[in-house]
């Protein structure tokens, strides 16, 4: 059986990357709420209990944000083909899991699809990397930020725009992420939210 060929990158998602490297990861709904004031494109939606994450999709999609639905920090929703049929029908753009099968069912339904890797140790990362090679996600999230000095050759083959997630904590962080080939990062921070590619020069 020949493997799934790899889809093109989002454009949306390259050309949102390119003007803002901070992708937001939003901690319930009031969280949320901040993130549709504010210039950043990309968002992480995290901690919503299903009665209400659609209102929180549609207000988030309302504003023009593109935002992938963690499916492992959702309280009530599944992993089962069913839930990533809900997430679209709510409006759902993307959704974000450490699970491969999630992954590579998302992308049948015509949702971006993020895929999360923590890396413990180098047995992990292979394991971790072979399993991106195989679902073909739109964009990887690489926990903690700390390990891209360390994994930063076998990242860039895998092909797939990365980010840095993890103890990112101040513009340096950002841009020393951006400096060993990280796409973009992470983070809850709201300070760091608005932060343009062109601001970090000095960093």
Known sequence: MNPRPKRPVDRR?????????????LVGAEMADRFTTTSTPLGILASVPLGDLEATVRRTAAAGKIVFVNM????????????????????????CSTRAAIVERAAGLGLLAMQK??????????RSFQSIARSHPDLVQLMPAVVLPYVERQAKELGVPYLAAGFVQSPADVAGALAHGAAGVC?????????????????
């Open 13 to 25: 998602l390259l050309a949102a990357l390119a003007e803002h490297p901070v992708m937001a990861s």
């Open 72 to 95: 492992d920090s959702t309280p009530g929703l599944g992993h089962d083909p069913g839930a990533l049929t809900y997430l679209k029908g709510i409006g759902a753009v993307g959704v």
């Open 117 to 126: 890797v923590f890396v413990t140790d180098r047995s992990n990362l292979q």
């Open 187 to 203: 983070t809850s921070d709201e300070d760091l939210w608005e932060l343009r590619r062109s601001a970090l020069r000095a960093f």
